[in-house]
């Protein structure tokens, strides 16, 4: 599944990536004709009863991307919001936990706590994606 999306990176066409919130969302995407699917953060939370910005716990977000990555034969890249925790090493336990649910992909926010929260300091971000790569 992950050469799957990264071929689909380098396809002469731009990637779609529909945001799937449930495994119902994901199945009606992947019937409707997409190659990938992508989860969004804001949706998952909101099925949960959370607001968007890390209110939901990584646990109950990885739960949410393995329904769905079960749900559907395609590539899942999963949304991880900032990482749900300050240091690199939340971020690649995080990645980590998200991978072992099903998803081949994945990305992180640049924002503390949403997408209005303040951005993130740039080194510290690197760091954060340093830490999420070494994971393998």
């Known amino acids: 599944m992950a ?3 990264r071929a689909l990176h380098h396809a002469p066409l731009p990637l779609v ?9 994901a199945l009606i995407f992947a019937r409707a004709g997409a190659k990938a699917i992508a989860t969004t953060s804001a949706g998952i939370a ?3 009863g959370y607001p ?15 329904r769905i990555a079960t749900a559907v034969d395609l590539p899942v890249s999963a949304d991880l919001e ?3 925790g300050d240091t690199p090493q939340d971020a690649a336990a ?7 649910a099903g998803a081949v992909g994945l990305n992180l926010e640049d924002t503390t706590d949403s ?3 303040p951005v993130i300091d740039a080194e510290r971000q690197a760091q954060k994606i340093r830490a999420v790569r070494a994971i393998g």
């Open 3 to 5: 050469e799957r999306l």
């Open 17 to 25: 990536l529909p945001n799937a919130w449930d495994a119902a969302s």
């Open 46 to 48: 909101a099925t949960l």
């Open 52 to 66: 968007d910005g890390q209110h939901i716990t990584p646990q109950e977000m990885t739960a949410a991307v393995a």
């Open 82 to 84: 900032a990482g749900y």
């Open 94 to 100: 995080t990645a980590r936990a998200a991978l072992d």
């Open 115 to 117: 997408s209005e929260g």
